[in-house]
T-cell receptor, first 118, second 111 residues
């Protein structure tokens, strides 16, 4: 089954304790992205990756790191989490990074990771 | 600054009624997408519109992209409880590879 998986689905942690949220897709997609979703603020893009070893900042990258060493995996790293990073996080992937004039390829979203930083 | 403004934020109507939700911007977008998100799940793409003035239909849902490619609307005919969810619009400006989301319209259809 084609899917985007995220782990963990739920996480409660404390300020300053490094954590990694994993994201994996089995569709051989080039484009992968991380979003956070907060009440009243909607979905905001944190980082995205056009392909292996190519990553770029989205609109809210501060406090986050990512890596793309393999095509299927795109982990999100919080080196020193703070309470303002409490949020619902989504990973997404799409087939191509070259959209041209036809618009973005369909983004497939993972089920989300609800993170609470105390 | 919110580049994509969605309205209304919340809408609660009776089953069988028609409704329209809007996605507006002062910026031009190369394309706009509409997603629906249900509680506990990630957004699911409904449609992508890429041409100014384009109209796409998906069963009881009609999507329109404004002529100037700055706005879009989603019209639902004869709403059903299964239409309940958060409707998000998203756009790309073709300047970079970022996708920008609106804050969403939370729709509740009462049986």
């Amino acid at each position: 089954e084609a899917q985007v998986t995220q782990n963990p689905r739920y996480l409660i942690t404390v300020t300053g304790k490094k954590l990694t949220v994993t994201c994996s897709q089995n569709m051989n997609h080039e484009y992968m992205s991380w979003y956070r979703q907060d009440p009243g603020l909607g979905l905001r893009q944190i980082y995205y990756s056009m392909n292996v070893e190519v990553t770029d900042k989205g609109d809210v990258p501060e406090g986050y790191k990512v890596s793309r060493k393999e095509k299927r995996n795109f982990p999100l790293i919080l080196e020193s989490p703070s309470p303002n990073q409490t949020s619902l996080y989504f990973c997404a992937s799409s087939l191509s990074a070259s959209w041209g004039g036809r618009g973005p390829d369909t983004q497939y979203f993972g089920p989300g990771t609800r993170l609470t930083v105390l | 600054t919110q580049l994509l403004e969605q309205s209304p934020q919340f809408l609660s109507i009776q089953e069988g009624e028609n409704l329209t939700v809007y996605c507006n911007s002062s910026s031009v977008f190369s394309s706009l997408q509409w997603y629906r998100q249900e509680p506990g799940e990630g957004p699911v793409l409904l449609v992508t519109v890429v041409t100014g003035g384009e109209v796409k239909k998906l069963k009881r849902l009609t999507f329109q992209f404004g002529d100037a490619r700055k706005d879009s609307s989603l019209h639902i005919t004869a709403a059903q409880p299964g239409d309940t969810g958060l409707y998000l619009c998203a756009g790309d400006r073709n300047r970079d590879d970022k996708i920008i989301f609106g804050k969403g319209t939370r729709l509740h259809i009462l049986p």
